[in-house]
């Protein structure tokens, strides 16, 4: 089996050998669209990293991993989505929060047989919904963390109010009576949740 190389955090001092440019102005180069839809999520799940742990306990992230972040024990799935795009639009974007339910994400012949048959189901323990909640593209600011809201839901709560689907929209979370939470109040809660779990 061949191990994959273990990644340690960069500065973002660091430079490309033999050239003279560094990580930082690659980062700049390819991230700095934080409104991407390429990158709005991965976004929103270091935002939500940083709302619940210490930087200390903030990993590198894991793009294959079958749930986002992992907190006291709790296995938490992050989704995203925007009314305004990184595109011209004649409309507001529909708010719909899909990707729920997954078959695993990672698999390699490296550590077993493909299961063929495995069905979609939740992984994760608990599901925040971060939606940034800005119309006015002139004032759009993702680093702005007031232009966000969180919906949080158990899998027990999405299943039953998503009809046990993969997708979600934001009229059946109003539907429900599932309020938006700042970004202040989002650890507490989660904590509750765990508390009361």
Not at 67 to 80: A, Q, S
Not at 100 to 113: F, N
Not at 120 to 142: F, G, M, Q, R, S
Not at 150 to 165: A, D, G
Request: glycine share 4%; charged share 30%.
């Amino acid at each position: 089996m061949i191990k994959k190389k273990k990644v340690k955090k960069l500065t973002g001092k660091e430079h490309f050998e033999g050239g003279d440019f560094s990580v930082l102005e690659f980062w700049q180069y390819g991230f700095s669209n934080l409104n991407s839809n390429v990158l709005r999520g991965s976004l929103a799940e270091f935002i939500v990293e940083n709302l619940l742990k210490n930087k200390e306990e903030i990993e590198i992230r894991n793009p294959w991993g079958d749930f986002d972040v992992l907190y006291k024990n709790k296995k938490i799935e992050i989704k995203c989505s925007s009314y305004l795009q990184d595109w011209d639009q004649d409309n507001f974007s529909k708010i719909i929060f899909s990707g729920l339910k997954t078959k695993d994400l990672y698999w390699s012949t490296a550590i077993g047989k493909f299961n063929k048959d495995a069905q979609k189901e939740y992984k994760a323990d608990i599901y925040i919904l971060c939606l940034v909640n800005h119309k006015d593209p002139k004032t759009l600011n993702l680093l702005d963390l007031n232009q966000w809201s969180f919906y949080i839901l158990t899998k027990e709560e999405l299943k039953n109010i998503s009809n046990n689907r993969s997708t979600i929209s934001l009229a059946k979370l109003e539907k429900y009576n599932i309020l938006p939470l700042r970004y202040k109040e989002v650890k507490d809660y989660i904590n509750r949740i765990i508390k009361n779990a």
